[in-house]
C-alpha cells in the first residue's frame, strides 16, 4: 500500500469481509466498530451488550457469530453495537485511512453498485482498490470484482456469470469448500444489501462504518 492515497480507497474482500459488512448494515445497527487484536478486548468491555462478528487467527476469542454470512443471515441486530473483526480487513481498512485516502469504503459485489452510485455523487476522479489477502496474489473472486466493477464505472456490462464461475471454482478449492457452499450464493448476490459501507475513524481511535445518508 503506497504511504499517500489522494482520493478514495475501496477494500474488496468478496469473501467475506465486505459482504458481511454489507449483510450487517442491512440489518440496521446502531453502529458498526471494527475491531482488532489489540483493541478488542477494550472495546467488549466498552460496550458489553456489543455483537461480535468476525474471525481470528488466535482461537482465544468467543465470537458470537463467525465470519460466513449464513451463520448470522437471521441474526436479530437492529439497534445493537456490532463489533466486527477480520484477519487482515481491519488492518487493511486501518492503513488506507492513515494514507489520507477519503473516503474509505469496503465493497463486494452485493452492495457494488451502491459504491459505484456513492462514489459517482462525490466525483472523486482518482479511486484505489485494496484487495484481501497478499498483495502480490490477489483472490480469484477479489480480482473478478475489481474487474467487474471497472467495466461497470465505464459503461460497460461485465460477463456475470464467467466471474461467478472462475470465482467459485477458485474458492472452492483455495478455501477448501463444497462449489454450491450457500454461502457463496450470498457472496455472488449483486445488489442483495445497496448499502455502501463507509469508514471513518473516531478520535479515540477507533473505526467506525455507517451508511452515507
Given at each position: 500500500m503506497p504511504q499517500k492515497i489522494n482520493g478514495a480507497a475501496v477494500f474488496v474482500d468478496v469473501f467475506a469481509a465486505a459482504t458481511n459488512i454489507a449483510l450487517i448494515l442491512s440489518k440496521f445497527?446502531?453502529?458498526?466498530?471494527?475491531?482488532?487484536?489489540?483493541?478488542?478486548?477494550?472495546?467488549?468491555?466498552?460496550?458489553?451488550?456489543?455483537?461480535?462478528?468476525?474471525?481470528?487467527?488466535?482461537?482465544?476469542?468467543?465470537?458470537?457469530y463467525p465470519h460466513m454470512p449464513v451463520s448470522f443471515i437471521?441474526?436479530?441486530?437492529?439497534?445493537?453495537?456490532?463489533?466486527?473483526?477480520?484477519?487482515?480487513?481491519?488492518?487493511?481498512?486501518?492503513?488506507?485511512?492513515?494514507?489520507?485516502?477519503?473516503?474509505?469504503?469496503?465493497?463486494?459485489?452485493?452492495?457494488?453498485?451502491?459504491?459505484?452510485?456513492?462514489?459517482?455523487?462525490?466525483?472523486?476522479?482518482?479511486?484505489?482498490?485494496?484487495?484481501?489477502?497478499?498483495?502480490?496474489?490477489?483472490?480469484?473472486e477479489d480480482e473478478k470484482f475489481v474487474m467487474d466493477f471497472s467495466q461497470l464505472a465505464n459503461g460497460g456490462i461485465p460477463d456475470w456469470s464467467t466471474s461467478e464461475r472462475d470465482s467459485r471454482t477458485f474458492m472452492s478449492g483455495f478455501y477448501g469448500r463444497q462449489a454450491d457452499d450457500p454461502n457463496f450464493s450470498i457472496v455472488f448476490s449483486r445488489d442483495k444489501y445497496p448499502y455502501p459501507a463507509v469508514c471513518r475513524k473516531n478520535p479515540d481511535g477507533s473505526v467506525v462504518l455507517y451508511v452515507p445518508v
Open positions: 445497527p446502531t453502529v458498526i466498530i471494527l475491531v482488532n487484536r489489540s483493541n478488542i478486548d477494550a472495546m467488549r468491555r466498552k460496550y458489553p451488550d456489543s455483537v461480535l462478528i468476525g474471525e481470528s487467527a488466535s482461537g482465544h476469542i468467543r465470537f458470537d437471521d441474526a436479530d441486530l437492529m439497534g445493537k453495537t456490532v463489533l466486527f473483526m477480520s484477519i487482515n480487513g481491519t488492518a487493511v481498512v486501518e492503513k488506507a485511512l492513515a494514507t489520507g485516502a477519503a473516503p474509505v469504503l469496503i465493497a463486494g459485489y452485493v452492495n457494488m453498485s451502491a459504491t459505484l452510485r456513492f462514489l459517482r455523487t462525490l466525483q472523486i476522479p482518482e479511486c484505489m482498490f485494496l484487495m484481501s489477502g497478499d498483495e502480490n496474489s490477489p483472490t480469484v
